[in-house]
């Protein structure tokens, strides 16, 4: 079983920027650097859907709602996978979860962090 744990999120008026963390504290640095990182949201009666992934590698990939808004980066060093975000919008309300995931297809996750933007 893979540990992750989140931090960062909160309230934020529309227009503003928040950072979350997520930190892979039970893994060794080799392990972590074999996983894809990212980070997936869900809204209240929506399906979860992707927000930011980065390889080991560092190569990235962004949903479309995000792109250009939202920036995912990695410390292998620190097993920590970072999203900036910012200009957040109502729409940006959502449950935001941490994921690990393997080439084998096995996924893990992150008990979720809350982020709200009123309208």
């Known amino acids: 079983q893979v540990e992750l744990v989140e931090s960062g999120g909160g309230t934020v008026q529309a227009g503003g920027s928040l950072r979350l963390s997520c930190r892979a504290p039970?893994?060794?640095?080799?392990?972590?650097?074999?996983?894809?990182m990212g980070w997936y949201r869900q809204a209240p009666e929506k399906e979860r859907e992707l927000v930011a992934t980065?390889?080991?590698?560092?190569?990235?990939d962004y949903g479309a709602s995000v792109q250009g808004r939202f920036t995912i980066s990695r410390d292998n060093s620190r097993k920590t996978v970072t999203l900036q975000m910012n200009n957040l919008q109502p729409e940006d309300t959502a449950v935001y979860y941490c994921?690990?995931?393997?080439?084998?297809?096995?996924?893990?996750w992150g008990q979720g962090t809350q982020v709200t933007v009123p309208s």
């Open positions: 980065v390889t080991s590698g560092r190569i990235t």
């Open positions: 039970r893994m060794i640095t080799s392990t972590f650097n074999m996983y894809k």
């Open positions: 994921s690990a995931s393997l080439s084998s297809g096995a996924q893990y």
